[in-house]
Nanobody, 125 residues
């Protein structure tokens, strides 16, 4: 079982900052990449930022220069530092991890993705 838990959501005024954290736990699970996604009311889930094992990052155009994703391999965690927040950043933010999980019954690793339950970020104007 792989568990993904997000922390750090809240309400902030326009121009403010928030830091989201995501911790991953689970036996026999190797993380390859992690990322943050968000879903605003009435809209689909969209990619915000991802980070790979080699620390290559990718950002949505709407957050470039304002958000920074990072990871701590020792802690199995991913952070999203958000600055200069705008009302349009209001959404539920989800952490997603991609990796390989060892399946005991098959004696091999299989591709595995896991999502957290999300944390609400609200930016007031």
């Amino acid at each position: 079982q792989v568990s993904v838990v997000e922390f750090g959501g809240g309400t902030v005024q326009t121009g403010g900052s928030l830091r989201l954290s995501c911790t991953v736990s689970g036996l026999l699970f190797t993380i390859n990449s992690g990322g943050w996604y968000r879903q605003a009311p009435g809209k689909g889930r969209e990619l915000v930022a991802t980070i790979a094992n080699d620390l290559t990052t990718d950002y949505a155009n709407s957050v470039k220069g304002r958000f920074t994703i990072s990871r701590d391999n020792a802690k199995n965690s991913f952070d999203l530092q958000m600055s200069d927040l705008k009302p349009e950043d209001t959404a539920v933010y989800y952490c997603k991890v991609v990796g390989e999980r060892f399946v005991v019954s098959e004696s091999r690793y299989r591709h595995h993705e896991a999502w957290g339950l999300g944390t609400q970020v609200t930016v007031s104007s």
